[in-house]
């Protein structure tokens, strides 16, 4: 069964970076599809951005040329680079691995973006 563990997440001041980390188990990472979602309360998991297991890659446009997603199949992980963020960028962080029958969630990593 696989399973997502995601970190990195955290308190930073507007204008900073992180980067999030996504590590998967099983055998099934480098033919999937990755993706990272956000939710703040009372709304939507949206998401964010996400990368092909061709590594082709798409960003919403609020986070265009701010954030990158990333992933390193022998390491069966997935990144998102954080830049120049901002407050409205405070949500909890959740990544989905999508195979032909399979949506996983990990359980999610809390960015909070304040001075």
């Known amino acids: 069964q696989v399973q997502l563990v995601e970190s990195g997440g955290g308190l930073v001041q507007p204008g900073g970076s992180l980067r999030l980390s996504c590590a998967a188990s099983?055998?099934?990472?480098?033919?999937?599809?990755m993706g990272w979602y956000r939710q703040t309360p009372g709304k939507e998991r949206d998401l964010v951005a996400d990368i092909s297991r061709y590594g082709s890659t798409y960003y919403v446009d609020s986070v265009k040329g701010r954030f990158t997603i990333s992933r390193d199949n022998a390491q069966n992980t997935v990144y998102l680079q954080m830049n120049n963020l901002k407050p409205e960028d405070t949500a909890v962080y959740y990544c989905k691995l999508s195979v032909t029958g399979v949506e996983v969630w990990g359980q999610g990593t809390l960015v909070t973006v304040s001075s």
């Open positions: 099983g055998s099934i990472f480098s033919i999937s599809a």
